[in-house]
């Protein structure tokens, strides 16, 4: 029996980025994808909480808020985020990468050099370190 395939929440305000994103994972040869998009962060919060996502790809700059009040808003009281989350950025920042992994964030990416390869491996690392670090809590 195939795969189910894997619930990717975009939140991202450029079309274009989405767009590429969907088609770097989207060329996998042996892993399907269901994804759903927003372009705020606002938006974003909806579509995590709506669609119980494997994973989400998170631009850190939003028309509406920053990736790190994103991330914020989705851990909510828990200490933990209840997805993975892979944040993208064209601002390379040393310090907003180190606020980032300490709000939970597991993969940090420079747009700038995603590649299908890296974007399909830093999801995969996403959710398998999340697995483990839920398996480590419960």
């Keep these: 029996m195939p795969d189910q395939p894997l619930r ?18 989207s060329n996998h040869p042996d892993r399907t994808y269901k994804f759903f998009e927003a372009e705020s962060g606002a ?3 909806v579509e995590c909480r709506l669609r119980a996502p494997d994973c989400v790809l ?12 994103f ?15 892979v944040m993208l950025t064209g601002l390379g ?11 939970g964030v597991i993969v940090y990416l ?3 050099q995603v590649t ?6 830093a999801v995969q690392r996403a959710i398998k370190h999340h697995q ?3 398996n480590i809590v419960t």
Aim: hydrophobic share 40%; no cysteine.
């Design 8 to 25: 990717i929440v975009i939140v991202d305000d450029s079309a274009e980025d989405r767009e590429l994103y969907r088609r770097h994972l």
């Design 43 to 45: 938006q974003g919060l």
């Design 58 to 69: 998170l631009d850190y700059r939003l028309p509406d808020l920053d990736g790190l009040a």
């Design 71 to 85: 991330l914020e808003r989705l851990r909510g009281r828990s200490t933990l985020l209840p997805v993975p989350v």
């Design 93 to 103: 920042n040393s310090e907003v990468e180190d606020k980032a992994i300490e709000g």
């Design 110 to 112: 420079d747009k700038n």
């Design 116 to 121: 299908p390869v890296l974007i399909t491996a």
């Design 132 to 134: 483990k670090r839920l």
